[in-house]
């Protein structure tokens, strides 16, 4: 029985429409016909991009490797559908104190080759988060002194000062073989070691991937036996393969795809709000003519979200009522009402007169490429010419487009950029944001005050008058603004059962079965 431990704060489930799975017959029922076909036990997945490696440290945003590693690798704990928690390699767990749990870890448990789990290996997946530049932030609070195994079924992980964000961060952690590690090569990158559904057989890099079912996984044995992975990086071409029935899901399909999709009557198109917002970050520095809060104020007036929705996701998603998804846990329903900077040309122009910035001035736009963003950033360039200001769009490749936006003193005065947190509340996301990252250069005494006040808070009802705090100088101070709930896309054979999204697009491949 797992124990609950007060507010987690890590939303782990963004459901499509979960379908029942298929039971099979119970013992001395009939035998099926002869002529009754087999159910399928091998799925085809289009994917948008390569996974790049196995680590289980990851490969920097790149989601179709949390896609894949998901079905190989197993975490302490998830959340199910209904944001509950689930034990995956914890069986259990306890808080002692406002900075120490105490994990019960599932006995019997082997890895894909077959060695035996235990919980040193948990303590050296953290040890390797420590050492990696990205899932460092995961254990940067951890209290190495006082994280410690305790038998071979159990680990203490304790932190140095409460924080509302550690608890849900581990949810994040990919477990893996402290032995299989040590001895590889290559750092699992080719050849990974897990507890998870699913073993890699074949990678065929930037083309396809084969995942089989792993006979020593201690859960419920998967329907699917096979997973084929098929990487297609042009999405109208990941549409043509799920029209042809060359796959039996299409991930991250473009938006004008939809209808088309819904048009076959063998095949289910779903959308779904993803934990982020569509949002751009204004530089408020001396570097930027931003820095003038009137300027950002008419610019934010000036941006048609209902016109990005409609030219850049055919109409479909949510436009953003506040500069989170309504999917965060601490998401306040009262935004929703109030007038999050709706498009308002004539009050724009108030704003750009207040501003006393002349009229002919450009800005600079940057964005990494996307075609959505790119769309997005076009009409908020018009926007921005409708107040006599000149804007010009500068695309940089995406892996170097972060270190840009990082820049203030880069010649940028807008940054395109996709915002949410791993979390799911307000103040992790602007800490990493604004704070760690520095992406807008905004960062009075009082918003720094708020968010680190805000983040050692470990209920919810204690952190929302911090809350409220950043959400207020946020939407009045404009660092960052939001336009549209970021919508994903995917299309799918009628056949598949089980079907549903968890967290970002990842889809548990163990849960689906064929009719």
Same mark, same amino acid.
């Given at each position: 029985?797992?124990k609950r431990?007060?507010v987690l704060?890590l939303?782990?489930?963004i459901?499509?429409?979960?379908?029942a799975?298929?039971s099979?017959?119970?013992?001395?029922s009939?035998?099926?016909?002869?002529?009754?076909?087999?159910?399928?036990?091998?799925?085809?997945?289009?994917?948008?991009a390569?996974?790049?490696s196995?680590?289980?440290?990851?490969?920097a945003?790149n989601?179709?490797?949390a896609?894949v590693a998901?079905q190989?690798y197993?975490?302490?704990?998830?959340?199910d559908n209904?944001m509950k928690e689930?034990?995956?390699?914890a069986?259990?767990?306890e808080?002692?104190?406002d900075?120490?749990?105490?994990?019960?870890?599932r006995?019997?448990?082997?890895?894909?080759d077959?060695?035996?789990?235990?919980?040193s290996?948990?303590?050296?997946?953290?040890?390797?988060?420590?050492?990696?530049?990205t899932?460092?932030?995961?254990v940067q609070?951890?209290?190495?002194?006082?994280?410690?195994?305790?038998?071979d079924?159990?680990?203490?992980?304790?932190y140095?000062?409460?924080?509302?964000v550690v608890f849900?961060?581990?949810?994040?952690v990919?477990?893996?073989?402290?032995k299989?590690?040590k001895?590889?090569p290559?750092?699992?990158k080719?050849?990974?070691?897990?507890t998870?559904?699913?073993?890699l057989? $074949?990678?065929?890099?930037?083309?396809?991937?084969? /995942?089989v079912?792993?006979?020593n !996984?201690?859960g419920? +044995?998967?329907? &699917? %036996?096979?997973?084929?992975y098929k990487?297609?990086p042009?999405?109208?071409?990941r549409t043509?393969a799920?029209l042809?029935?060359?796959?039996?899901?299409a991930l991250?399909v473009?938006?004008?795809?939809?209808?088309?999709i819904k048009?076959?009557?063998?095949l289910t198109?779903?959308?779904?709000?993803?934990?982020?917002n569509?949002?751009?970050?204004?530089?408020?520095? $001396?570097?930027?003519?931003?820095?003038?809060?009137d /300027?950002?104020?008419?610019?934010a !007036?000036s941006?048609? +979200?209902?016109? &990005? %929705?409609?030219?850049?996701?055919s109409?479909?998603?949510k436009?953003?009522?506040a500069?989170v998804p309504?999917?965060?846990k601490?998401?306040?329903?009262?935004?929703?009402?109030?007038d999050?900077?709706?498009y308002?040309?004539?009050k724009?122009?108030?704003?750009?007169?207040?501003s006393?910035v002349?009229?002919?001035?450009?800005?600079?736009?940057?964005s990494?490429?996307?075609k959505?963003?790119?769309?997005?950033?076009?009409?908020?360039?018009?926007?921005?010419q409708?107040l006599?200001?000149?804007a010009k769009?500068?695309?940089?490749?995406?892996?170097?487009?972060s270190?840009?936006a990082?820049?203030a003193?880069?010649?940028?005065?807008?940054?395109?950029?996709s915002?949410?947190s791993?979390n799911?509340i307000?103040?992790?996301?602007?800490?990493?944001?604004?704070?760690?990252?520095?992406?807008?250069?905004?960062?009075p005494d009082?918003?720094?005050?708020?968010?680190?006040?805000?983040?050692?808070?470990?209920?919810l009802?204690?952190m929302?008058p911090?809350?409220k705090?950043?959400?207020d100088?946020l939407?009045n101070d404009?660092?960052h603004?939001?336009?549209?709930?970021?919508?994903?896309f995917?299309?799918y054979?009628n056949?598949?059962?089980g079907y549903?999204?968890?967290?970002?697009h990842?889809?548990?491949?163990?849960?689906?079965s064929?009719?």
């Amino acid at each position: 029985m797992v124990k609950r431990i007060g507010v987690l704060f890590l939303a782990f489930a963004i459901i499509f429409g979960f379908a029942a799975c298929s039971s099979p017959a119970p013992s001395g029922s009939a035998a099926p016909s002869a002529t009754a076909k087999p159910a399928k036990t091998t799925v085809n997945i289009a994917l948008p991009a390569d996974p790049g490696s196995f680590n289980p440290m990851g490969a920097a945003g790149n989601d179709s490797f949390a896609q894949v590693a998901t079905q190989i690798y197993d975490r302490l704990y998830i959340f199910d559908n209904n944001m509950k928690e689930v034990p995956q390699l914890a069986e259990s767990w306890e808080k002692k104190d406002d900075v120490t749990w105490v994990f019960k870890l599932r006995k019997g448990v082997k890895f894909s080759d077959g060695s035996d789990f235990k919980a040193s290996d948990v303590l050296f997946t953290l040890q390797l988060c420590k050492d990696d530049k990205t899932n460092g932030l995961i254990v940067q609070l951890m209290d190495w002194s006082k994280t410690k195994v305790i038998d071979d079924n159990t680990i203490q992980i304790a932190y140095t000062e409460p924080n509302a964000v550690v608890f849900g961060q581990l949810q994040s952690v990919f477990i893996t073989s402290e032995k299989a590690y040590k001895a590889s090569p290559d750092q699992m990158k080719t050849k990974p070691i897990g507890t998870g559904p699913y073993t890699l057989k $074949e990678w065929v890099t930037g083309s396809s991937l084969t /995942l089989v079912a792993n006979p020593n !996984y201690w859960g419920e +044995k998967p329907k &699917i %036996q096979t997973i084929v992975y098929k990487v297609i990086p042009d999405a109208s071409q990941r549409t043509n393969a799920l029209l042809a029935g060359n796959v039996d899901l299409a991930l991250n399909v473009q938006p004008s795809d939809i209808e088309t999709i819904k048009k076959d009557p063998k095949l289910t198109a779903a959308v779904q709000s993803k934990n982020s917002n569509d949002s751009f970050f204004m530089n408020t520095t $001396e570097y930027s003519v931003l820095k003038n809060a009137d /300027l950002r104020k008419a610019i934010a !007036y000036s941006v048609d +979200k209902a016109g &990005i %929705q409609k030219a850049a996701y055919s109409g479909l998603g949510k436009l953003a009522t506040a500069n989170v998804p309504s999917f965060f846990k601490d998401y306040d329903k009262a935004w929703a009402s109030k007038d999050y900077y709706s498009y308002n040309i004539d009050k724009a122009k108030e704003y750009f007169a207040k501003s006393k910035v002349p009229a002919g001035t450009t800005l600079t736009i940057i964005s990494n490429g996307g075609k959505e963003q790119m769309i997005a950033a076009q009409i908020i360039q018009a926007g921005i010419q409708k107040l006599g200001l000149n804007a010009k769009i500068v695309t940089y490749d995406p892996s170097v487009f972060s270190k840009n936006a990082m820049d203030a003193k880069g010649g940028w005065d807008i940054a395109m950029w996709s915002t949410g947190s791993p979390n799911f509340i307000m103040p992790d996301l602007f800490n990493a944001y604004i704070l760690n990252l520095g992406v807008s250069g905004y960062k009075p005494d009082a918003f720094v005050t708020a968010i680190k006040t805000a983040l050692k808070q470990t209920d919810l009802a204690k952190m929302a008058p911090y809350t409220k705090q950043v959400y207020d100088m946020l939407v009045n101070d404009l660092p960052h603004f939001s336009y549209m709930e970021t919508p994903l896309f995917y299309g799918y054979t009628n056949d598949l059962q089980g079907y549903s999204v968890w967290s970002i697009h990842v889809v548990p491949v163990r849960l689906l079965s064929f009719k």
